[in-house]
């Protein structure tokens, strides 16, 4: 292909310059009246937006074109990032920052009478995902657009998005996520990049014309997956990466002609059987097994991103398929996509005719695996009849691979029959699938996201693998986008900082340091002080409109956000509580600083305990903040539908940082970091990336608690006995008491019963009772340490200035050294 004359025939040059408010301001006149169809002078706030959308959309447009046209000239190693979830948060002021022209925006609408922010909060805010898995996949596209790394994005356009949460009477009630229905601005549909996707049906083999057997799927039925684009350029505004999400469509449209009359209706419920694929996410961030439409979504989204990259791949090399990996590395965010690795094998073996040993070497080598998890019951597998009635061809090869990996397995370790069944990728005895091993066995790097999370994986998830695949096993710590996380979160912050030490902070977050020096500076602390105050007023402000509650001023303002998990404990931070309401109620006169507690995050749907949790948090909330003892010491509020945007409030208003898992359990966290970067403190356990974070800030700057993740084994080893916690602490006994009797529930006093149960008579699976007195001598700590504000603004301004490894940036350059060995572009010129 003559890209030269090509980029004369099409110069990516006139473009509009951002920095010139009377352009900008025609520019938006003409967006609004051209593309929008809407008059400027009755144009309302929501409209505004879209305007501002479609003008930047169209500049992305031109910078990923720039960045494609680089790409194929120079046939750069590019990166596929498979995950069925992102969490971008909203897109303007991200892209006005990204391109520096937020002033000129703001001043450019200001002429209009608008104003910035409101129309800003038009956007709804895109809950493609979870939790953790999906908003770090989107700061990893941040951190690859802004580094510059050749990147691209695929997953799911869901119809629906992750549910949106009201409370009432104090439970969780789930509410369609309806996020496009007054349309998408951002993104582009490519109704020419589409693919069939095929299940069910059988498989036959032959012998082609070599006499080489061949395999051929047949009767399957089909769904299209037509491309929905969203570009992503990063700071800088330099390179951009793509984000492409897939939605299906029916192919019935086709077979309607050969319908009679009668089968009409029929045939338009076939249609929109198909069309359910891509209509809601899974709102659970564990696997709850065995949904079969689960399953359809997986190899829906692996099948049409494994085409797409062929594709791609094939314009530049034709016929050379063993260059594969050389030219991608496909990394899979957890074993959702793991389905990519049979899928590729299928595509070599029967569509381009690879021997089996070359199909496999290619595979291998393409792909490379992220683990999320140690909970055992969270590694998903599916039921083999489930596998074999929908991806008959898939499973054959899952067969094939699981045989002959054996087979090597057996030669390593002979006699071992026991390790061969933990090893294999089929469970037989319960009939399933094992993606994990699959993941593994296809993939040739397999990481964890924090460093005792991936000994941990090794040790204890796959320690044989780890023997039989020495090299395999590797770590990338997570880590954050500053961009978003306090650039965009806090401004004031920001540009405290960016005053303080100039910005280089922002693509090179190391650059922090700098601020050690200020930790005791008088004018810089208060400063930094202030900052907090207001980030807490805003905070106070949303809060009191979104729950009723009404902040204490100058209170701690104690967070714990997160998705609603055993796990996560958000149960012992409630009955800690609890705790300090009787120790208030018990001596009315002491003077225990006055806290805030703050609570926020979804359960899923079909979780009871979870359940029960978020409804214990608003009983006490209930009687804590109206009983006249102690509602100016302790006020408790659970904020509903937290998602990124209330993220983005919470954390630059929060003191204190909840990351309370049991050791051993949480793979990463990445909250954790975002709160320190704001100068929250954190109260933690010795879990995933918190004991990175004492690593890097000191422990004398971080409030340690609780057992260890060799305890919590050593302890269940012995024969862990809650009981021994509830008779030998009256307070913890009390608080206990409490919640099983009713106390905050005279209505229905059995209402939190099986809560306390789970924990006596259930065993206590996370260990809130062995970490409970702990915890409350921590918490004694922090109040100690708040008192003394100086000291605590040492603190805080201290973990801001130590965050610099927690960038995701970071982690991208790890991947991309470690992993997927490809190199930085620079980014095309800008035009003018
Ligand atoms: C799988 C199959 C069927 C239905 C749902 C799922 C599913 C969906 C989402 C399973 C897991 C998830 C999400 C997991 C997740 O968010 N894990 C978090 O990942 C973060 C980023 O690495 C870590 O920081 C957190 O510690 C981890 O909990």
């Given at each position: ?6 980029e ?22 003409n ?7 809407v ?24 910078r ?11 046939d ?11 969490l ?11 391109m520096r ?6 001043a ?21 995902g ?10 990893f596209l ?10 691209y ?8 998005g ?6 009432e ?11 496009l229905?007054e349309?998408n ?45 969203i ?5 800088g ?17 086709f077979d309607?002609r050969?319908?009679?009359?009668g ?27 065995g ?82 998890t140690?909970?055992?019951e969270?590694l ?23 045989h ?14 026991d ?14 699938v094992?993606?994990?091993n ?6 040739s ?8 999370h ?30 978003r ?59 009191a ?10 209170s ?25 309401y ?15 507690v ?87 356990t ?5 004991i990175e ?20 084994a ?40 099986p ?21 409350m ?5 922090v ?50």
């Open positions: 292909m003559n890209h030269e004359i090509r004369e025939l099409f110069p990516l040059s006139k473009c509009l310059d951002f920095d010139n408010v009377e352009d900008v301001k025609t520019a938006l006149v967006t609004m009246i051209r593309v929008v169809g008059d400027p002078q009755i144009a309302s706030p929501r409209e505004w937006y879209v305007t501002l959308a479609y003008l930047m959309r169209g500049h992305l447009s031109e990923g074109m720039h960045t494609a046209r680089d790409q194929y000239g120079k750069l190693k590019r990166v596929y990032y498979l995950s069925m979830e992102y971008p948060g909203r897109r303007l002021m991200k892209h006005l920052l990204d022209i937020e002033p000129q925006m703001r450019a609408l200001a002429c209009f009478k608008q104003d910035l922010d409101e129309i800003c909060e038009q956007e709804k805010d895109p809950a493609l979870n939790g953790g898995l999906g908003r770090l996949a989107a700061c941040d951190s690859m657009a802004t580094q510059g790394y050749p990147g994005g695929y997953g799911i356009r869901y119809e629906f992750m549910f949106s949460q009201t409370i009477n104090g439970q969780q009630v789930e509410h369609a996520e309806n996020w229905q349309g601005p951002w993104e582009v549909v490519r109704h020419e990049i589409t693919y069939p996707v095929r299940f069910g049906g059988r498989v036959v083999h032959f012998n082609d014309e070599l006499g080489t057997e061949s395999a051929r799927w047949i009767e399957t039925t089909d769904v299209i997956a037509e491309a929905y684009d570009m992503e350029t990063g700071y505004d330099g390179i951009a990466v793509t984000l492409r999400l897939w939605s299906a469509r029916s192919t019935q449209d309607l050969y319908f009679n009359e089968n009409y209706i029929d045939a338009v419920k076939e249609k929109t059987v198909s069309e359910t694929l891509s209509k809601v996410l899974y709102p659970m961030d564990t696997t709850l097994m949904q079969e439409l689960r399953l359809k979504q997986e190899y829906f989204f692996v099948s049409a991103s494994l085409q797409d990259i062929f594709r791609r791949f094939r314009k530049t090399h034709p016929g050379s398929l063993r260059l594969l990996p050389e030219k991608i590395v496909i990394q899979l965010n957890d074993t959702h996509p793991a389905l990519a690795i049979p899928e590729m094998m299928r595509l070599l073996l029967d569509e381009h005719k690879l021997s089996w040993d070359e199909a496999w070497c290619i595979t291998r080598n393409t792909f490379a695996y992220t683990n999320h140690l909970l055992p969270a998903e597998t599916w039921p083999i009849s489930m596998m074999q009635a929908l991806l008959p061809r898939h499973m054959e090869i899952i067969y094939k691979i699981n002959l990996f054996l087979q090597e397995v057996r030669r390593t370790f002979p006699g071992d029959g390790k061969l069944k933990r090893m294999s990728l089929i469970d037989d005895e319960r009939q399933r094992r993606m994990a699959l993941a593994v066995v296809g993939s790097r397999v990481n964890g996201v924090a460093e005792l991936s000994r941990l994986l090794r040790e204890r998830v796959f320690p044989e693998f780890d023997v039989f695949y020495p090299n395999k096993f590797v770590n990338v710590t997570n880590g954050v986008t500053q961009r996380w306090l650039l965009q979160s806090n401004p004031p912050l920001a540009e405290l900082i960016c005053e303080a030490i100039g910005d280089a902070w922002i693509t090179d977050l190391n650059r922090l340091r700098d601020l050690e020096s200020m930790a005791e500076d008088a004018s810089f602390s208060k400063r930094f002080m202030e900052i907090k105050d207001q980030a807490k007023k805003r905070n106070a402000a949303m809060i409109q979104r729950c009723g509650v009404a902040a204490i001023p100058g701690l303002f104690d967070t714990h956000i997160k998705r609603i998990h055993e796990y996560k404990r958000q149960l012992l931070n409630i009955l800690q509580v609890v705790a300090r009787n120790r208030l109620r018990a001596n009315p006169s002491s003077d225990l600083l006055p806290r805030t703050i609570f926020a995050g979804k359960s899923a749907p079909g979780y009871f305990m979870a359940k029960k949790i978020i409804r214990l948090i608003n009983d006490v909330a209930e009687i804590v903040n109206h009983d006249p003892i102690t509602r100016d010491s302790l006020k408790v509020a659970f904020v509903p539908n937290y998602n990124i945007s209330t993220a983005e409030i919470l954390i630059p208003g929060a003191d204190l940082s909840e990351q309370i898992s049991t050791a051993g359990t949480e793979a990463s966290g990445t909250g954790n970091m975002k709160f320190a970067l704001n100068g929250a403190l954190t109260i933690g010795l879990d995933g990336a918190n974070i004492r690593e890097e800030v000191g422990e004398e700057n971080i409030f340690i608690f609780g057992l260890t993740a060799a305890e919590v050593a302890r269940k080893a012995q024969g862990y006995n809650p009981w021994d916690y509830y008779n030998a602490d009256p307070e913890l006994r009390q608080v206990l008491d409490m919640v099983r009797d009713g106390f905050f529930c005279c209505e229905e006093p059995d209402r939190y019963r809560l306390v149960e789970n924990l006596l008579q259930g065993g206590d699976a996370f260990m809130l009772l062995a970490d409970f007195r702990s915890y001598e921590t918490q004694e700590n109040d100690t340490l708040y008192r003394d504000q100086k000291l605590w603004a040492k603190k805080a301004i201290l973990n801001v200035a130590r965050m610099g490894k927690f960038s995701s940036d970071r982690s991208i350059h790890t991947y991309a050294q470690d992993i997927w060995d490809v190199t930085q572009m620079t980014p095309p010129p800008h035009c003018k």
